[in-house]
């Protein structure tokens, strides 16, 4: 089985379904999300079914929009008719619909509404990965051993009769020492050796050995957030209009560092009621979070959607501090004219992601420097080189 967790989700809440994802599968729990693995060309009724019917768990992130969603109880309806277990985790404080509640009422929920999200996830990830040992099956610890074959009876036999001593006959003479088989086998080793010798000078040096093949990271790849990903043989790598380098950090290991043209450019929103946050840059990456500490504006220590605290420092010379647990990056940020609450916010450093590319070459994941999660799984056709 490829997968033992399926991620039931809205579309609206996929930063939350893949931030549970990214921490499931950093404790080695493979999981399946749409429309990550979905591959181009697959009818998307169909893979869902299917990844449906080989999983063990069914993870549900259970909101208001996901209440709503026919295609989530959809989902959910085929997973009770197929006796998966059941696991919703509960982004909102919201009351299951008539059909949810029917399809959830003998399952125990486990809460996200009250932060810190991390806190929230690793709980999640205790659960999932105890209800996959308690469910998984295993061989007897103890077996009936097999009834040991009797030992044949012994029948008493005569001794036998006495052999008269003879004395044993005389050695031959010892050959000479050139004569042994040693000797010979050396001497023609010795004879080997100098007629290769001679031949190889007389026809030059061998082939060369033939040159390595191609990286094994090299092909198309859909992005975590649907965009198709190029990865080239000229250790470039394009998405969209964008034009990014990648290397190899270790090869046998098969991880890389992806390094992007220009310093993202985020539009930050900050919601109404100060307690949220959201954006997106030229990449394509979105970001939400939710408050933990502060009271208005960008200032204030934020739970990003993949569960990392960040704290944020602006100052007046227009230059902001963003502090994550792998380091503290710096930047330049500015109000956007004409729209309170939402702020432009320009990155001094290059984005730079680290990633590891899956034993079987289909999946790449890892996260940039701020620690936050990203993805791609391998597409075919790939017309590439």
Known sequence: MAHKVFICHSSI?????????????????????APRDILAGEEYGKSIIEALGNCQIVLLIFSRHA???????????????????????????????????????NTHWLDAISPPMEGRLLELCNTIANLLQRHTVAEPLWQQPEKPAEAPKLVPQAPPAAIPYQPPPPSPPKPSWWKTPWAITGLAIVVILVLLSQLSKRNGPGPAAPPPGPDPIIGCYQWYNGAPVAIHSDHTLTGGPFTAQWQVVNAAQRTYTFTWPQPAITLVAVSYNQRGLSGENQYGFTLTGARIAGRSGLVGVWNVFSGVPMTITVNGNGSYSSTTATGTFLGNWQPKVGSPGVYVMTGADLPRDSVTLSADGSRISGADQFGLATSGVRTTPCTIN
Request: proline share 8%; net charge negative.
């Open 13 to 33: 809440d996929k930063p939350i379904a893949d931030a549970a994802c990214a921490a499931l599968e950093a404790q080695r729990i493979p999981c399946w999300i």
């Open 67 to 105: 209440n709503e969603s026919p295609q989530v109880r959809r989902e959910i309806e085929r997973a009770v008719s197929k006796e998966k277990i059941l696991v919703p985790f509960r982004i909102e404080d919201v009351l299951p619909s008539d059909a949810m509640e029917f399809a959830l009422s």
